[in-house]
T-cell receptor, first 114, second 115 residues
Framework: QQPVQSPQAVILREGEDAVINCSSS?????VHWYRQKHGEAPVFLMI?????EQKGHEKISASFNEKKQQSSLYLTASQLSYSGTYFC???????????????FGDGTTLTVKP | EAGVTQFPSHSVIEKGQTVTLRCDPI?????LYWYRRVMGKEIKFLLH????????ESGMPNNRFLAERTGGTYSTLKVQPAELEDSGVYFC?????????????FGSGTRLTVV
């Protein structure tokens, strides 16, 4: 079952902040985030393993709350280059049965305007 | 370091024809995955190779799809015969490990259009 991303779309002005959420109904082992620009490959941003850790990548950070089975991606002081579609991918469980098989959300389209 | 390469980037074929997509993963990445995105929907899992072995092919839609990974290097995904609903973008991804901790490196995808 795929994770649910919200919102579906966001429009920002340069310098504004945004939060994208990813929720699952299943217990998660990891959550990973990607950004895809039109016609290009999705680009890996970061991965979070269960344990409630938080990670950062320049002005983009993410948290993972395994109890709530959700992750949030935080974009701070957005830049024009942040525009694209953001996907979360989730790995279920704790064993090799589902290892490597990820389920992706529908994506959140972020548009940053000057 | 070369990324994940997919070929062709676009393919337009008629219903009933055969198409073969190719993916060259990052050298040394034992794990190779095929995903498909249809009509702006989610990126959906097709299958997962560990080296030359199929670890999980539960996402393959039906027996018209055949994936191989010769010698644990490049992989091919053949659709025979193609149907209209097979249209979409087929992504290949690779990673060094399979149990968490690793993100995927995606290729740019092959946009398949069946007419």
């Amino acid at each position: 079952q795929q994770p649910v991303q919200s919102p579906q779309a966001v429009i920002l002005r340069e310098g504004e902040d945004a939060v994208i959420n990813c929720s699952s109904s299943k217990a998660l082992y990891s959550v990973h985030w990607y950004r895809q620009k039109h016609g290009e490959a999705p680009v890996f941003l970061m991965i979070l393993l269960k344990g409630g850790e938080q990670k950062g990548h320049e002005k983009i950070s993410a948290s993972f709350n395994e109890k709530k089975q959700q992750s949030s991606l935080y974009l701070t002081a957005s830049q024009l280059s942040y525009s694209g579609t953001y996907f979360c991918g989730t790995e279920k469980g704790q064993d090799y049965t589902n290892a490597g098989k990820s389920t992706f959300g529908d994506g959140t389209t972020l548009t940053v305007k000057p | 370091e070369a990324g994940v390469t997919q070929f062709p980037s676009h393919s337009v074929i008629e219903k009933g024809q055969t198409v073969t997509l190719r993916c060259d993963p990052i050298s040394g990445h034992d794990n190779l995955y095929w995903y498909r995105r249809v009509m702006g929907k989610e990126i959906k899992f097709l299958l997962h190779f560990v080296k030359e072995s199929k670890q999980d092919e539960s996402g393959m839609p039906n027996n018209r799809f055949l994936a191989e990974r010769t010698g644990g290097t490049y992989s091919t995904l053949k659709v025979q015969p193609a149907e209209l609903e097979d249209s979409g973008v087929y992504f290949c991804a690779s990673s060094p490990g399979s149990l968490g901790g690793y993100g995927y490196t995606f290729g740019s995808g092959t946009r398949l259009t069946v007419v």
